[in-house]
C-alpha cells in the first residue's frame, strides 16, 4: 500500500474517560506532537456500549471485560489517529505497559497512573487492529495525507 511503500504507519490513540476527566488530553496529544507524529484525525465522543463491545470484541471472554465496558463508557473518550514511522509500536512504548505499574517512568501510563482498571489510554497493538480500529472510530476517514506536502517533506 501507500502507507507501508513509504514506511508509514497509523494507529489509533485513544485518551479513555479517566484521562479525559483528569485533563491529560493535551499532554498525551504534546507528546506523540513532540515525538514528531502527524495527527490526522481527532474526535471527542461518548462511545456506545456497541462501540465498545466491537472495540474490545478479542476480550469478550476475560473476566474483567464487563468493568471495562462500565469503566469506558463512564464519559467521552477522545480518538486520534496518528501516522509516522513505526507508530504502533513506538505508540504503545511511548504509552507504557498495560499494567501502569510495570510502565517506565516516562511512558505516559508510567508517569500518570497506578490501575490497570484506570490506565487512561489506549493504542493499537498490531498494524492490522488499527486499520480496523482506525475504520471503526472514523467510518468516515481520515484525511488524505498522501496529499499533505508537510508529511511528505518528513518522510
Ligand atoms: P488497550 O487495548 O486499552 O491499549 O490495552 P492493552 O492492549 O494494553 O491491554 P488489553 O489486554 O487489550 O486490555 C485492554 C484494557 O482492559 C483493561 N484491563 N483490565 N483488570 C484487569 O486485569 C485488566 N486487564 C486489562 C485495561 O484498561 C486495558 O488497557
Redesign the pocket.
Known amino acids: 500500500s501507500f502507507f507501508t511503500s513509504l514506511n508509514m504507519e497509523r494507529t489509533y490513540i485513544?485518551v479513555?474517560p479517566d484521562g479525559v476527566e483528569r485533563g491529560l488530553v493535551g499532554e498525551i496529544i504534546k507528546r506523540f506532537e513532540n515525538r514528531g507524529y502527524q495527527l490526522l484525525a481527532l474526535q471527542l465522543l461518548t462511545p456506545t456500549k456497541e462501540h465498545l463491545e466491537q472495540?474490545?470484541a478479542?476480550?469478550k471472554a476475560?473476566?474483567?471485560?464487563p468493568?471495562?465496558i462500565q469503566?469506558?463508557l463512564s464519559g467521552p473518550v477522545v480518538g486520534m489517529v496518528w501516522a509516522g514511522k513505526d507508530a504502533v509500536k513506538t505508540g504503545?512504548k511511548m504509552?507504557g505497559?498495560?499494567?501502569p505499574l510495570a510502565s517506565a517512568p516516562g511512558t505516559i501510563r508510567g508517569d500518570y497512573c497506578i490501575e490497570?482498571?484506570?490506565?487512561i489510554?489506549?493504542?493499537?497493538?498490531s498494524v492490522e487492529s488499527a486499520e480496523k480500529e482506525i475504520a471503526l472510530w472514523f467510518p468516515q476517514g481520515v484525511a488524505d495525507y498522501q496529499r499533505n506536502k508537510s508529511l511528505t517533506q518528513l518522510i
Open positions: 485513544m479513555k472495540h474490545y478479542d476480550l476475560k473476566p474483567f471485560f468493568g471495562l469503566y469506558m504503545r504509552l505497559e498495560t499494567n490497570v482498571g484506570r490506565n489510554c489506549h493504542g493499537s497493538d
